[in-house]
């Protein structure tokens, strides 16, 4: 009887551990498919496997105001999908209680291929990025632990951190892992531009006329396909009395990095306005026209731009006739990088 009891328990815990085995589901992986012609990421999706699973739940913490101290702020508040995830309009996003911030946000897109991340290559990996605003105080203000707790109060993210993660996974890493994994699929290659180097349109004259000027005026810094080369250059722009943004010299301490900032994507320009690391640029007019009279030198200032960059108005036209072939409207109007399949909807506050 003593035997038979011993078994009766066995059985019982072994049916115990294949219940908890069924009751996780694998999470569903996702394929990163790189453009034609794209170089290999930069990545480590080893470290972070894409799945179905991860990136819903990185969109739904995406587009979370409880990531704020307030619950006023997501990261979408700053990042907005029309404006390719810049923000739109304003020269400085707006923090809880309004509180400025110092740099003007920039546009998320084609993060895989990008190696350091912040206007100045402070922070070596994407899913450190979002630590930074999160815990910023003129931004989101919030601590991590505190993001746990709310997180781990919520039934719907219960379940989709298990999902993603297994039991018990609301932690600082998969925060930030769900996050990437969202960021990640935003990718940018379907504009007219990349329709015609993949031969299924055709530029108009002004546009061909704006790209063989884009390439004899412009390429050594904005490099194809991504037009950027991801470096970091002083170009000539005047040191603002009130932000006082020093740029990559505040992070390397170095003097040759005295207000350099990375080389923006150009991707999706027209749509990110403002521009410069400030956003004191508020038209591609207003850029064009610091490159031709505008630039200050210093012993900083790029070799490139000694001279300045002569441009006539008409180059100017073609210029930004070629500029708008880089607007992707299937990136910025794709139902995948919404908030409405959650039935989440961020408040876009008005930020004059």
């Known amino acids: 009887m003593k035997?038979?009891?011993?078994?009766?328990i066995f059985i019982a815990i072994a049916l115990l551990g294949l219940s908890f085995i069924n009751a996780y589901?694998?999470?569903?992986?996702?394929?990163?498919v790189i453009p034609k012609g794209w170089q290999k990421p930069v990545y480590n999706f080893k470290d972070n496997p894409l799945t179905k699973e991860g990136f819903e739940l990185g969109k739904r913490l995406f587009y979370d105001e409880r990531l704020s101290k307030d619950s006023t702020t997501s990261c979408a508040s700053c990042h907005q999908q029309f404006a390719a995830f810049s923000t739109y309009d304003h020269n400085l996003s707006h923090g809880i209680g309004n509180a400025l911030t110092t740099r003007n946000a920039p546009a998320l897109q084609n993060l895989a291929w990008q190696k350091d991340f912040m206007a100045d290559g402070s922070i070596h990996y994407l899913d450190e990025q979002p630590i930074t605003p999160i815990?910023?105080?003129?931004?989101?203000?919030?601590?991590i632990d505190n993001i746990i707790i709310k997180l781990k109060k919520d039934a719907t993210y219960k379940q989709m951190f298990k999902a993603a993660f297994g039991r018990d996974s609301i932690n600082k890493i998969t925060i930030t892992k769900a996050l990437s994994q969202f960021m990640l699929m935003l990718v940018s290659n379907n504009s007219k531009y990349d329709k015609v180097m993949r031969?299924?349109?055709?530029?108009?004259l002004p546009e061909q006329l704006g790209y063989d000027m884009f390439k004899q005026k412009c390429i050594s810094c904005h490099t194809e396909p991504m037009f950027t080369d991801y470096s970091y250059r002083n170009i000539g722009m005047s040191l603002d009395n009130t932000l006082k943004d020093i740029g990559r010299m505040k992070f390397t301490g170095n003097k040759s990095d005295s207000l350099k900032f990375r080389v923006p994507s150009l991707r999706n320009v027209v749509l990110s306005f403002p521009y410069g690391h400030d956003g004191r640029f508020f038209?591609?007019?207003?850029?064009?026209?610091?490159?031709r009279k505008n630039m200050i030198a210093s012993t900083t200032t790029d070799s490139l731009f000694k001279n300045k960059m002569p441009l006539s108005n008409y180059e100017i036209g073609q210029l930004t006739a070629f500029l708008y072939t880089l607007t992707d409207t299937s990136f910025t109007h794709n139902p995948l990088f919404a908030p409405q399949a959650f039935n989440i909807t961020p408040t876009f506050r008005d930020k004059h």
């Open 283 to 291: 038209t591609l007019y207003n850029v064009f026209e610091h490159y």
């Open 25 to 32: 589901k694998k999470p569903t992986p996702i394929k990163f």
């Open 199 to 204: 031969g299924e349109a055709q530029f108009i």
């Open 135 to 143: 815990t910023a105080f003129n931004e989101m203000a919030e601590t």
């Open 3 to 8: 035997l038979v009891s011993t078994i009766l």
